[in-house]
């Protein structure tokens, strides 16, 4: 046999030989890709928990997880078409928060999960069938407004006990269950609303100037994500209008805001939602995921500020405080 004839055979049986472990290798694993739909501008305090949700999962951006981020940047018309790039992407899971995100997430794709980071009466806004079983391709964390905002209304009346006049401020573009569940509780109390419609920043400065003209005095500020991306500049017009005021999160406290009655987790929803986020990578089922309530609140007192507006806290709501900021 010939040198030639003896190479081609060495390599005909080197080829058969590689041909099963070639058919048994396993291609490499896709990165998945998180979307992310955000409402503001960047940065938000929310995807640095969740991101750290994820780390501590074992999750490493850019080589085991990617992430995908479209910013409205408070121009909530924007939202389908954003929506819409990051399914077209497609990314493997979608996070977004409040009822505008949301519904254009579940309005752009009813086949890739989406987890709700923190909604409110998820509900009551059909993005669900039920909180323990969602059912469809909504999951998440939701916190019943509705539960709180008469809680809201007793507590400014016990710093205010003979206000009979309160302005609301209500996210129109927000759940209407937590208004009438106040206007409820504001029959109880003998207490007459001023309900000031909002639906975005733009409308803030007219919104407490109406609120002065009704001699307004107190202010429930209703829960939503407009709201608390602006609590800053709520809590600064608060101020500006000497109006004693109410809110969900403690950053509205933190902010210079009077007082605050909410989920006892500034970052409720996020950090948790990275436990949501992986299951559903490994292929759980969003519909077999339950939805998530908040089980601890925390009452936050700003008692530099009630000095400031020349309020007398009542001791006994001192001592009920979980935080009295200095």
Known sequence: MGYSTLGCLVTLILSLLAVPFATGAQPLAKMPRVGILALGSPPY???????????????????????EIRWAEFNFERLPALAAELVHLPVDVLVTYGPQGVRAAKDATN???????????????????????????VTGFSMQTA???????ALL??????????????DAMGTVNQLRTLEHAARTMDVQLHV????N???????????????????????????????????ELAAQH???????????????GLMTYG???????????????????????????????????????????????GLTMPPTLLFQADEVLR
């Open 111 to 137: 086949t890739i999960p989406i987890v709700m980071a923190r909604m409110d009466d998820a509900e009551e806004h059909g993005f669900v069938a039920s909180l323990a079983r969602p059912g469809g391709n």
């Open 201 to 235: 920043r733009s409308d803030f400065d007219s919104a407490f100037d109406a609120a002065k003209t009704a001699e307004a005095e107190g202010l429930v500020i209703l829960g939503s994500p407009l709201m608390i991306l602006s609590a800053a500049r709520l809590a």
């Open 157 to 170: 009346k016990e710093v205010l006990p003979r206000a009979s006049r309160v302005a609301v401020l209500w």
């Open 45 to 67: 305090q929310g995807f640095d928990e969740l991101r750290h949700g994820l780390r501590e999962l074992g999750y490493i951006e850019g080589q085991t997880i990617a992430f």
């Open 263 to 309: 989920a006892s987790d500034p970052s409720w929803g996020w950090r948790r939602a990275a436990v949501y986020v992986d299951k559903l990578l490994k292929g759980t089922k969003p519909a077999d995921l339950p939805v998530e309530r908040p089980t601890k609140f925390e009452l936050v007192i700003n008692l530099k500020t009630a000095q400031a507006m």
């Open 242 to 256: 000497r109006l004693p005021a109410i809110y969900s999160n403690r950053r509205f406290a933190e902010a210079g």
């Open 147 to 153: 539960d709180l905002s008469g809680k809201w209304l």
């Open 196 to 199: 000031l419609e909002v639906r």
